[in-house]
């Protein structure tokens, strides 16, 4: 009995140690690769990223204000945050507005991003998974909820073309069929701003 209340004890500690890590902010993790990410997590994403700079490079390129667009956006109140509530405020702000245009809101699974740094890491991702060359600029994959971007070619738009996959795909009991989401992902990669 003695065992088993040592292993109750190392458990809760275990448990502890992650609610207090996930809620710092940047929150270092291994993947299944050999290769080492960094982990930020918001409230529905779980974005991972190899350096900071290219956390701060996915920051400049993710420009969105709940409500704010364009030139009002430019002229609006800028707070001093650091860069992991940022981050967490913009991506979140996205995901639901991809919500609330598709009108799908419910508790889901939070949706994995990988930011790599160039075409070239992008690319040698896809080949690792599909074992093909890549000929694309970002995607997500159903089967482990994530997204695949490069941070140096990146736009609000095409985060949320790839977050409305993952909503679509998650929201139904029966996937939708994949021209279906297509057509619903960049409805709403058009209309994030309106």
Known sequence: MPIANTTKILLFHLLLGCFFLGTA????????????????????TK??????????????????????????????????????????????????????????????????????????????????IFKKPCRLR????????????RVDDIHEGMLAHEMAHSIIDHYFSVRPPSATAEILARYVDGHLFD
Not at 53 to 71: A, C, R
Not at 138 to 149: A, K, V
């Open 47 to 128: 974005i991972r990223y190899h350096s900071l700079e290219d956390l701060k490079d996915f920051n400049k390129k993710i420009d969105y204000t709940p409500g704010l667009s364009g030139v009002r956006a430019f002229f609006s109140k800028k707070t001093s945050d650091d860069l992991a509530n940022k981050i967490h405020r913009k991506i979140d702000a996205v995901y639901e507005r991809v919500q609330e245009i598709l009108d799908m809101r419910k508790i889901m699974k939070k949706v994995v991003i990988n930011i790599y740094h160039n075409k070239k890491e992008l690319h040698a991702a896809y080949y690792e």
């Open 25 to 44: 902010g940047i929150v270092h993790a291994d993947t299944e690769t050999d290769d080492k990410w960094h982990v930020l997590e918001t409230t529905y």
């Open 138 to 149: 970002g995607w997500y994959i159903f089967e482990w909820n994530t997204i695949y971007l």
